[in-house]
C-alpha cells in the first residue's frame, strides 16, 4: 500500500475540515441545502474528496429507515458527515450514493 495524497479542489470556495482545513467539498457541488443532520445545518453533496468511510450501519433517520456510513475526514479523523448507501422508502431513493456534510463541522476555503 503506497503513500495516500489529499485532493486539494481547484475553485473559488472550497468546504474544508473545520478541524484542519483539508478540501472535502467544491460549494458549487451541494446538491440540496434543505438538510439537516446531528449538529443542525446540513448539505446534500454527490461526490466529496479526502474522506474515509465507516462500517454501514442502518439508522431511523426523520425521512425513513436508510443503511448510512459516517464519514471521516483522512487528515484529522474527525466525523464531518454521512454517505448514503440505501434508502427504503421509494421517495429517499435519490440519496443513495450521495454524501451529507454537516455545516457546524466545516469551513468555507477561499
Known sequence: MGLSYNTYINSGKVFGCKHCKTHL?????????????????????NNVVNVNQAEAVERNMTTGRHIVRDIICRQCRETVGWKYDKAFENSEKYKEGKFILEAELLCVIY
Open 25 to 45: 467539498a467544491d460549494y458549487h457541488d451541494i446538491v440540496s441545502r434543505n438538510f439537516r443532520g446531528q449538529h443542525g445545518k446540513a448539505y446534500l453533496f
